[in-house]
């Protein structure tokens, strides 16, 4: 990957149907980190992201919101650009695909896919997850009914539609996850052979149910349907390079994609169908796939409904983008599932990112004052420190390749630490004030040199996880972070004699958490859904027989008339506030289909609508005069 020419990567395109969440801020910086360090390389990058903006589940998202697709889409998409233009996001394009050019693009692969003979007309009739977008095949639902992926219910669609061959790729795809292993990390990648291993069925790639999607290509003449979103989606890729556009230069240079980074629910679309749909239109496949896991709020998944969703602006705002940068890359093992807690980002930026760097930083700025005027020199680090250096530049010397590259991000920040460690323990061991006192000056220099040099290498490896820091970290260090100081590190060339700028403490101590603790928008625990509401029969009764029981303070026994061919006998608290005689003739509320239960020995077989306060019982009666039986809705 090293010796590459360009670099192409991408980010999956966030669907527009809800704002940025931790999750999506995750993937970008991820991608971001990647890019920033290709460029650093000196490597000619090309960093794509977006939105995602078609299909069903866009569709319903505004019609609830009382807006036309466009509109809201015109919102959120808006709401990530900005996002990621606050978190200084390296992006080189932000793709839409309501962008024309997108269209355009769609339209020209499809029509591709239709001539080559890869698309057919026929019927989809089976189960759709809106919520994935996803078709669902009988075997992979979960109890007949749920999206295996997302757990929710998918729904029966039955619709004319036109079929992509997926089938026919299948040992295609086969070989090419077996051969090339495209697949990062690799453990991944043996659920996708296994899920082509099962068997390809052809994907439905239109739907004409909905309207909100790319037509299909004029040729085709056919107007009520729309592109199967992932279908639509998947080629932003290409599109955003001008492909199906008058100038195809970007796809001539920058493909095929060095790098698709994708969440783990997504890698099936981009490892199984993408590919496919490349190798009908005749295009190189994409170098690899990463998919990474799924960050959760202290140990639950995040929803709106439990109200812990992490907005990664307050995160940022609270603690610096560079430090939640570093948290989310250093956390967790890429791949894997990771858990978002204030405490543990603090415990990052106190004891990583403050004890580890920036007290190392601080610990030479002393020195060098207290002993040289500030000046450092590495005149006398290899006579010295021979052994120091050279186990941190053999810390760098496959780091990139080993971990970078691989995307195990938080195995290559671990690497870079163990260089810091190396630094904390030269002073320790060598303790520079006893070699000022012991007459070893040139010692003393050399290890304030050594630490400066061993922060340089640091600075550099860390410039694309932490840009700003890193490049104070070097502006003190006097130099300056870019292509030609990369290779000099890396050609094992030390730092010039410089003056060390004194700088407060980059990383200031966290006493306590400083997010603001969010209202809990938590729905009340007995919110019920509408269809459990409906279960519950209301209805209009008359009451024909009324009278007290005995021995009760509180019951009174009425038969009510609710339209039925039998009178109903109620039970009902009433007695303290009503006389018998008075209700009788009367109309009352019933929940009529309360299971019946005996009171005082007596069945009852309903209940009666009545609100209480401090003056009293009344019961709940229709405004008007209504026919027995009438429903309550
Ligand atoms: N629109 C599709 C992608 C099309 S790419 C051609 C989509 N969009 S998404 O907005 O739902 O998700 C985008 C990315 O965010 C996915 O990679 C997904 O894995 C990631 N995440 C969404 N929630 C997440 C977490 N809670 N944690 C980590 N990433 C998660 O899918």
């Given at each position: 990957m090293s010796d590459c020419k360009t670099y192409y990567l991408t980010t999956p395109i966030y669907y527009v149907n809800d704002v940025p969440h931790i999750g999506h801020a995750y993937t970008t910086i991820i991608a971001d980190t990647i890019a920033r360090y290709s460029r650093l390389k000196g490597i000619d990058t090309f960093f794509l992201t977006g939105t995602d903006e078609h299909g069903q589940k866009i569709e319903e998202a505004a019609r609830k919101r009382g807006k036309t697709p466009k509109e809201y889409a015109d919102e959120i998409s808006a709401k990530f650009k900005e996002l990621w233009d606050e978190f200084e996001i390296s992006y080189d394009k932000f793709i839409r695909t309501t962008d024309l050019e997108h269209i355009k693009g769609v339209q020209k692969a499809f029509l591709e896919m239709y001539k080559k003979g890869d698309i057919y007309k026929d019927y989809y009739e089976g189960h759709y997850c809106v919520s994935c977008e996803s078709f669902v095949a009988p075997s992979q639902l979960v109890n007949d009914e749920l999206c295996p992926d997302c757990g929710k219910p998918t729904r029966i669609i039955k619709e004319e539609s036109y079929f992509f061959k997926l089938s026919k790729y299948q040992d295609a795809i086969l070989k090419w996850l077996k051969e090339k292993k495209p697949i990062l990390p690799e453990s991944r990648a043996n659920e996708v052979i296994r899920f082509v291993e099962e068997g390809l069925k052809d994907l439905s790639i239109t739907r004409t149910s909905f309207e909100w999607g790319v037509k299909l290509?004029?040729?085709?003449?056919?107007?009520?349907h729309v592109v199967y979103v992932w279908l639509d989606a998947l080629f932003n890729y290409l599109t955003a390079l001008g492909?199906?556009?008058?100038?195809?230069s970007l796809v001539k240079k920058y493909?095929?994609?060095k790098l698709h980074i994708v969440g783990k629910d997504i890698l099936k679309f981009h490892a199984v169908y993408w590919p496919a749909f490349l190798m009908s239109i005749g295009y190189e496949l994409p170098k690899k796939i990463a998919a990474h896991g799924w960050w959760t709020r202290d140990g639950e998944k995040m929803s709106k409904s439990k109200g812990n969703v992490i907005n990664p602006k307050e995160v940022a705002d609270a603690y610096g983008i560079e430090n939640f940068r570093y948290f989310m890359l250093r956390e967790v093992p890429f791949g894997a599932d990771g858990d978002f807690s204030e405490k543990a980002l603090i415990d990052r930026i106190n004891n990583d990112l403050g004890n580890d760097l920036g007290n190392l930083l601080n610990r030479i700025i002393g020195m060098a004052y207290k002993y040289f005027d500030g000046k450092v020199s590495s005149r006398d680090i290899e006579k010295y420190y021979a052994n120091e250096l050279s186990e941190a530049r053999e810390i760098i010397k496959d780091i990139e390749e080993k971990y970078l590259w691989k995307m195990q991000t938080h195995k290559y920040l671990e690497e870079l630490w163990k260089i810091l460690s190396i630094g904390n323990k030269a002073i320790d061991t060598y303790k520079p004030w006893e070699l000022m006192k012991n007459g070893e000056e040139d010692k003393a220099m050399a290890l304030i040199g050594l630490i400066a040099n061993l922060l340089a290498m640091v600075a550099v490896y860390l410039h694309a996880v932490m840009p700003k820091t890193t490049s104070t970290i070097a502006d003190t260090l006097g130099f300056e972070i870019n292509t030609e100081r990369f290779n000099a590190i890396n050609e094992g060339i030390l730092l010039n004699d410089f003056v060390i700028k004194k700088i407060p403490p980059l990383f200031p101590k966290i006493?306590?958490?400083?997010?603001?603790?969010?209202?809990?928008?938590?729905?009340?625990?007995?919110i019920i859904t509408i269809d459990e509401f409906f279960k519950v029969e209301l209805k209009v009764g008359e009451v024909i027989e009324a009278e007290e029981v005995k021995k009760s303070k509180k019951l009174l026994k009425l038969q009510v008339d609710l339209g039925e061919e039998r009178l109903r006998q109620i039970i009902a608290g009433i007695k303290e506030y009503y006389k018998p005689e008075e209700l009788v003739g009367t109309q009352v509320c019933v929940v009529s289909n309360l299971k019946p239960a005996k009171l005082m020995g007596m069945m009852s077989e309903g209940m009666l609508l009545a609100a209480k306060d401090d003056s009293g019982l009344s019961l709940i009666r229709p405004e008007k005069k209504k026919k027995t039986g009438t429903p309550i809705k």
């Open positions: 290509p004029k040729e085709i003449n056919d107007p009520k492909y199906g556009s008058e100038d195809e493909w095929p994609a006493e306590k958490p400083l997010m603001k603790k969010e209202e809990v928008k938590k729905e009340p625990e007995n």
